[in-house]
């Protein structure tokens, strides 16, 4: 029996939420009835270097790990390392990619680049690119640092998992002051997107 496994990867730099937003979306997938297996992986995230991690669900899970060209969904919390992931997408995933930049190290641009031809590279590899305001809209609810739980917003539309398990997931997973204004972000980014590209993972 084949039993379907989504995986996702999420990639920023240190700072910018990624492994709460990773614990977001492997609470809300749990309490969606879902079996579940998480990764991280650090590359100096404490000075702005790399945060990739991956969050694998359905009926069984046996491994975290996404061989490249694999991933349904790239959650890119920059460009950069939208660039830097994307050949981990498999043709007919999508990558969601909020348009912020972030003063790359030497080590990022020694790998990666800066990514002016992004969206060509996605069309070659068959990937839908959606890109993101993540970060004016956060700056539009009052605080930057909600742009990760913006970009999950985006992402839910996607995901067969019922908005009520995303909202316990951002209250059984944020500090409690911050529920609200993380629900906030989270709707705000969900109704951005209305009208993207349907999938069926």
């Known amino acids: 029996m084949n039993r379907k496994i989504t995986s996702i990867v999420l990639a920023g730099v240190g700072g910018q939420g990624s492994v709460l937003a990773t614990r977001v979306v492997a609470t809300a997938a749990e309490l969606a009835?879902?079996?579940?297996?998480?990764?991280?992986?650090?590359?100096?995230?404490?000075?702005?270097?790399?945060?990739t991690t991956t969050v694998r669900y359905g009926d069984e899970v046996l491994s975290s790990a996404i061989p490249d060209g694999e991933a349904d969904f790239?959650?890119?919390?920059?460009?950069?390392?939208?660039?830097?992931?994307?050949?981990?997408?498999?043709?007919?995933?999508?990558?969601?990619?909020?348009?912020?930049?972030?003063?790359?190290?030497?080590?990022?641009?020694?790998?990666?680049?800066?990514?002016?031809?992004?969206?060509?590279?996605?069309?070659?590899?068959?990937?839908?690119?959606?890109?993101?305001?993540?970060?004016?809209l956060a700056r539009e609810l009052g605080n930057e640092k909600l742009a990760s739980t913006v970009m999950l917003g985006a992402l839910a539309n996607f995901l067969f998992i019922d908005r009520r398990h995303w909202r316990e997931a951002?209250?059984?997973?944020?500090?409690?002051?911050?529920?609200?204004?993380n629900e906030a972000a989270f709707d705000t980014g969900a109704e951005w997107l209305v009208g993207a590209p349907s999938f069926s993972f």
């Open 33 to 51: 009835g879902h079996d579940v297996v998480t990764s991280e992986v650090h590359g100096m995230a404490q000075r702005g270097g790399t945060v």
């Open 74 to 136: 790239l959650v890119a919390f920059e460009r950069l390392e939208a660039a830097r992931h994307l050949a981990m997408v498999a043709p007919g995933g999508a990558a969601l990619v909020n348009d912020q930049r972030i003063a790359p190290s030497i080590e990022a641009l020694r790998t990666a680049g800066y990514p002016a031809d992004l969206d060509a590279r996605a069309r070659d590899r068959g990937v839908t690119l959606l890109s993101y305001p993540a970060l004016r």
């Open 170 to 181: 951002i209250r059984n997973t944020v500090p409690s002051r911050t529920v609200g204004a």
